[in-house]
């Protein structure tokens, strides 16, 4: 995942991307992988559920818990699909 500062958000996109409540999350799994200026990438495991069967249904799911109305915060979403034998391996 990716999130990037909406044209016009206030405040510091780095305390917004870093007080994001990551741990409230019950189906997914997600942690700070880089953070910059102008973006910050996400990596992360979304547990099957129905808002995670599409990218835009996990961006809306994680827009909605994460980010709230107010934040200020884009988010560009990717679903990378990994078989069940390569996650039996890890």
Do not use: W
């Not at 980010?67 to 979403?77: C, W, Y």
Request: glycine letters at 6%; aromatic letters at 6%.
């Amino acid at each position: 995942m990716t999130a990037m500062p909406k044209n016009g958000a206030q405040g510091s996109f780095r305390n917004t991307v870093l007080s994001l409540k990551t741990d409230d999350l019950q189906d997914c799994i997600l942690s700070v992988f880089h953070i910059g200026d102008s973006y910050a990438l996400f990596s992360g495991e979304a547990l099957p559920a129905p808002h995670t069967t599409t990218n835009a249904d996990l961006r809306e799911y994680l827009l909605r818990r994460l980010a709230g109305d107010d934040t200020g915060l884009d988010l560009e979403v990717k679903i990378a699909r990994v078989s069940e034998s390569v996650r039996s391996r890890s």
